[in-house]
């Protein structure tokens, strides 16, 4: 059998090949180097590719995460800075109410009161319906109307409408909320104590008034419905508490001798009276059920400060009325405090995410480089390895390609 020859052709075109891709392999190295990258393409290193396009996934969701805790900051700062103005405003009409309950103030003295109040009273229906940079109510909740608080019938009216949407958007390890509950902040403010509200008689004559009230025995509280009617008998001024509910007098609460200043205290409720009721007076119990709010609140004290003062009765229920809307006024200022803590715990939340996606962002920055990236001293190394080895082999090439047999004869 012959052996193999091989051609001075094919000897030359696998050294061609050779060459060419010794060639081609400094270029993707310079390109490697050009680049920074130790995968350029998908075919330099597959699972090295796979692996850094997930981590690329993840940065880019840290970047949104990123973000969005910056919208919420930004709207948690308007937030609580409009709760800070809004706690101002409440303070400023309760020293308008407690000017108010002076006895040597007329009736023109508390109308410049009253006109007070009402222009604070639209400031914090301004601050209740504030936007945030983006145009987003503040306190509009889970969304709906970009204006969530509404006056029904015009100014004055004292009857406000929440068409928000009620609820909270919950906290997350990334994302906060960006709106408050404004129904929660401004609108659920409990009536009276709390527990049940104290009204007197719209025909009182006579100076019969008493505090807010209090619960003595929660477990003999009924929720019913009363009434105290006060009447003279045999010149001495008595009172007797019926239940309505029931339709029956209160057991040891009928025919009792009136004193100024006693305390009363029957089914669960203790109060005091005051003043020196006329026969005829009456003071009615009622269970606080339902919420008041803020703006009804002011606007009650705004129509007690412009009750005119025709009798003793007037003064009494005026009184009365604005001792009632203190109370509420500072329950639902208690609530505004609570909103603005909110916030502010939200802010300091913020930014212990945003360091954290911070991290996560340094974490996978690294995992990437890791992945893809060229060590510059190893590249450029082999970049000069493979320059080199490219430089000799198109030397020997270019001496082999001058052999011929026809040199050595002669």
């Given at each position: 059998m012959n052996p193999m020859r091989v051609t001075t052709a094919h000897s030359y075109d696998t050294t061609i090949a050779q060459l060419t891709k010794r060639q081609a392999d400094l270029v993707?190295?310079?390109?490697?180097?050009?680049?920074?990258?130790?995968?350029?393409?998908?075919?330099?290193?597959?699972?090295?590719?796979?692996?850094?396009?997930?981590?690329?996934?993840?940065?880019?969701?840290?970047?949104?995460?990123?973000?969005?805790?910056?919208?919420?900051?930004?709207?948690?700062?308007?937030?609580?800075?409009?709760?800070?103005?809004?706690?101002?405003?409440?303070?400023?009409?309760?020293?308008?109410?407690?000017?108010?309950?002076?006895a040597a103030y007329g009736d023109t003295q508390r109308e410049a009161l009253a006109k007070q109040m009402e222009g604070l009273r639209e400031q914090l229906f301004s601050v209740a319906n504030?936007?945030?940079?983006?145009?987003?109510?503040?306190?509009?909740?889970?969304?709906?109307?970009?204006?969530?608080?509404?006056?029904?019938?015009?100014?004055?009216?004292?009857?406000?409408?929440?068409?928000?949407?009620?609820?909270?958007?919950?906290?997350?390890?990334?994302?906060?909320?960006?709106?408050?509950?404004?129904?929660?902040?401004?609108?659920?403010?409990?009536?009276?104590?709390?527990?049940?509200?104290?009204?007197?008689?719209?025909?009182?004559?006579?100076?019969?008034?008493?505090?807010?009230?209090?619960?003595?025995?929660?477990?003999?509280?009924?929720?019913?419905?009363?009434?105290?009617?006060?009447?003279?008998?045999?010149g001495v001024m008595q009172y007797s508490v019926t239940d309505l509910t029931t339709a029956t007098p209160v057991a040891g609460q009928t025919g009792v001798n009136y004193t100024a200043g006693m305390q009363v205290e029957f089914d669960g409720m203790s109060f005091q009276f005051n003043g020196a009721p006329k026969a005829g007076d009456t003071l009615g119990i009622t269970p606080a059920d339902t919420p008041t709010d803020l703006f009804k609140v002011m606007q009650d004290a705004i129509d007690a400060l412009r009750t005119p003062t025709n009798d003793t009765g007037d003064n009494a229920r005026r009184t009365q009325d604005l001792g009632r809307s203190l109370t509420e006024l500072d329950a639902g200022h208690d609530r505004v405090l609570l909103a603005r803590a909110q916030a502010g715990e939200w802010l300091n939340r913020a930014d212990t995410i945003t360091d954290l996606l911070g991290n996560r962002e340094v974490d996978h920055t690294a995992e990437k480089s890791s992945l893809e990236d060229l060590d510059m001293v190893k590249g450029i190394s082999e970049f000069q390895s493979q320059q080199v080895g490219l430089e000799a082999a198109m030397k020997s090439y270019a001496s082999i390609q001058k052999l011929s047999l026809f040199q050595y004869v002669s």
């Open positions: 993707d190295q310079q390109e490697r180097i050009s680049s920074g990258k130790r995968v350029v393409r998908a075919s330099d290193d597959p699972v090295a590719a796979a692996l850094a396009e997930s981590v690329q996934t993840r940065l880019s969701r840290i970047t949104s995460d990123q973000r969005a805790i910056d919208a919420s900051r930004t709207s948690m700062q308007q937030a609580e800075g409009a709760l800070g103005e809004a706690g101002d405003l409440i303070q400023r009409v309760r020293d308008l109410m407690v000017s108010g309950g002076n504030r936007q945030d940079s983006a145009g987003r109510s503040l306190f509009g909740g889970l969304g709906g109307s970009s204006t969530p608080f509404v006056q029904e019938f015009g100014s004055g009216s004292g009857q406000v409408r929440f068409d928000g949407q009620r609820g909270q958007q919950a906290a997350t390890d990334v994302r906060l909320p960006q709106s408050m509950d404004g129904n929660t902040v401004f609108m659920r403010v409990p009536q009276g104590n709390g527990t049940f509200v104290l009204d007197q008689g719209a025909a009182n004559t006579g100076s019969l008034r008493s505090d807010i009230g209090k619960v003595s025995d929660l477990s003999a509280l009924t929720g019913h419905d009363y009434r105290i009617d006060f009447a003279d008998v045999a």
